[in-house]
């Protein structure tokens, strides 16, 4: 079974200052691997994804993540916080399964300070 | 990405009664997923909505309680019956889109409220 962690549930951060959101998964196969972002009152929307090749995932509004396969890791970055990041973000798995079912972690919600 | 859309996008109901909330893809696929938010906690998939077949339950959820309808190709119900406070969710659909259908695209979701 797959499940993924999620460290810190609530995140507080300076606008302009380094977004890191952590995500480690557990999986008996290298997974799929996916951020997405819910903002408040709306449906989930995705961020980026990893499924083969580059390591380093660039997705949308700045942010990037890195798969490693050592740690069984996929943290996400943006180098820069805006206002406008303010929200939830969720890091899920599936497995190499076309069209599979997700595992969510628990989710982080970001504040930005101004 | 897929275009999916949900109605009702919410509704407050009283205990004891039904609520049927539809979804619907802009294009055909073969799978569709339904998930439960929980206030303040991450998704939970409540079951796969395969088409000509029954929908496949995850533990802890059952038919009786969330019956699930998959007519055709790009349209899905799911169904809270019986409801109870503790049914107050958001409910979101997802599906997987082409090319490479290894992505799930989720619609707006159904925030439900029971009294």
């Known amino acids: 079974a797959q499940s993924v962690t999620q460290l810190g549930s609530h995140v507080s951060v300076s606008e302009g200052a380094l977004v890191l959101l952590r995500c480690n998964y557990s999986s008996s196969v290298p997974p799929y691997l996916f951020w997405y972002v819910q903002y408040p009152n709306q449906g989930l929307q995705l961020l980026l994804k990893?499924?083969?090749?580059?390591?380093l995932v660039k997705g949308i509004n700045g942010f990037e993540a890195e798969f490693k396969k050592s740690e069984t890791s996929f943290h996400l970055t943006k180098p820069s916080a805006h206002m406008s990041d303010a929200a939830e973000y969720f890091c899920?798995?599936?497995?190499?399964?076309?069209?599979?079912?997700?595992?969510f972690g628990g989710g982080t919600r970001v504040l930005v300070k101004p | 990405s897929a275009v999916i859309s949900q109605k009702p996008s919410r509704d407050i109901c009283q205990r004891g009664t039904s609520l049927t909330i539809q979804c619907q893809v802009d294009s055909q696929v073969t799978m569709m997923f339904w998930y439960r938010q929980q206030p303040g906690q991450s998704l939970t998939l409540i079951a796969t909505?395969?088409?000509?077949?029954?929908?496949?339950?995850e533990s802890g959820f059952v038919i009786d309680k969330f019956p699930i309808s998959r007519p055709n190709l790009t349209f899905s119900t799911l169904t809270v019956s019986n409801m109870s406070p503790e049914d107050s969710s958001i409910y979101l659909c997802s599906a997987p889109k082409a090319p490479g259908l290894e992505t799930q695209y989720f619609g707006p979701g159904t925030r439900l409220l029971v009294l």
């Open positions: 909505a395969n088409q000509g077949s029954e929908a496949t339950y």
């Open positions: 990893y499924t083969t090749g580059a390591t």
């Open positions: 899920a798995v599936s497995d190499r399964v076309a069209g599979n079912k997700l595992t």
